[in-house]
Every structure is written in C-alpha cells, then in structure tokens.
C-alpha cells in the first residue's frame, strides 16, 4: 500500500532560520505530489505541487521543494521563515494505479516559528 | 478560495445518536471527498463522489456512510455515533479527478462524540 511519512512531527525555529521539512512516499511508479499547509484554525490550502518536469518546484509565500526520485522524497524548504509561517504542513500523494484522486497524506509537521 | 461550505461548524452529539454532516460547493466540480482528520493521524479519506449518485468507500468508511443526489451537496452520516468518531471532518472538492489535480478543502466541521 501507498504510505507518506514525514519524519518531523514538531520542529521549532526562530525567525530569518531556513526550513527544510521531509517527506519521504512508498510507491515505485509514477506520482504527484503536493504539500499543503493548514494555519491555526483554518483549512487546508496548497502550497505547491509537482507532476512531471522540471523536479524542483516554487509554490507560494516562498516555498519550494524538491522531487528526487531515486530517494522517494519530496522535501519542502524555505530559505528564511516568518513568524506567519507557523502552521501545520501536510505531503501527499497521489500515485498513479490507486484509485482515483485518492490522496495519501502524511501525518504533518507542526512549525512554530519563534518571533 | 474555492467555494465550499461545511454545515455545521461544530456539533455535540452523543453516542448512538444519528448525525448527518453536509458539504455544498459552488464550483460545479464534479469529485467531491470526504477526509477526517486526527492528530498524528493526518487526514484520512472516509468517501468520495464522482457524480451524482456515484459514491465509493476510502481508508476509513467503516461506520459512514455518504450520498450525493445534486452536483452541489455531498452528505455524510453517521448512523449511530461513537465516540472513536470524534474527529475534524474536512470536504474537498476536484473538477475531475485527474492525478494531478488540486483538491480544494472546506472550513472543516469539528465534531464531539460524547
């Protein structure tokens, strides 16, 4: 069966301090991949995705990420994080062969960004 | 951000008790989920709906059940409630389902079993 782990459950950072989060899937074919991210009290909302072509990928508020293949991961990074980044953040995983639109979500990573 | 509302926001409710939740969208997306989340647990998908009275079961459906008679509403219900039903419940909504697709989530209805 298809699984997403993300290894960090809570990582804590201070302002201006660069991110990287992880996000490792187990499925050898072809998949999308999303991160989104959930703020205190709201609803899921995209980030950034990737399908197919150039693997590393810019999404909004100045998040990237990148897809290696040959390691299974799809690691969210940002440079330099804002207290207004604090936030729950989910990779999934839609992996072609599951049934369809189905999104296999990590147990998330909570950011608390330190002002 | 897309048009979805989730009725309602936020219900108590006792175990063994009926509890109908709903999802209405306004963008005439035609796969509509129904997702519960858990803390450690991410979100996990209960069912979803590739058209009007097209419905199929995800990870978790044990326990609910769903209908979806307009493009627009996507019900779920819990014939009898328990107290493991205690959760978040999040809608989402495709235009068509494709792999590469964004599915957009709904405000979420928080839901205590007592």
């Not at chain 2, 328990?82 to 209805?109: H, K, L, M, N, W």
Request: aromatic share 12%; with cysteine.
């Amino acid at each position: 069966a298809q699984s997403v782990s993300q290894h960090n459950h809570h990582v804590i950072l201070s302002e201006a301090a660069s991110l990287e989060l992880g996000c490792n899937y187990s499925y050898g074919g072809t998949v999308n991949l999303f991160w989104y991210v959930q703020y205190p009290g709201q609803h899921l909302q995209l980030l950034l995705k990737y399908f197919s072509g150039d693997p590393l990928v810019k999404g909004i508020k100045g998040f990237e990420a990148e897809f290696i293949k040959s390691k299974f991961s799809f690691n969210l990074r940002k440079p330099s994080v804002q207290w207004s980044d604090t936030a729950e953040y989910f990779c999934a995983v839609n992996a072609h062969g599951g049934s369809q639109g189905n999104l296999i979500f990590g147990k998330g990573t909570k950011l608390s960004v330190k002002p | 951000d897309a048009g979805i509302t989730q009725s309602p926001r936020h219900k108590v409710t006792e175990t063994g008790t009926p509890v109908t939740l709903r999802c209405h969208q306004t963008e005439n997306h035609r796969y509509m989920y129904w997702y519960r989340q858990d803390p450690g647990h991410g979100l996990r998908l209960i069912h979803y709906s590739y058209g009007v009275k097209d419905t199929d079961k995800g990870e978790v459906s044990d326990g609910y059940s769903v209908s979806r008679s307009k493009t627009e509403d996507f019900l779920l219900t819990l014939e009898s409630a328990t107290s493991s039903q205690t959760s978040v419940y999040f809608c989402a909504i495709s235009e068509s389902g494709d792999r590469q697709e964004t599915q957009y989530f709904g405000p979420g209805t928080r839901l205590l079993v007592l």
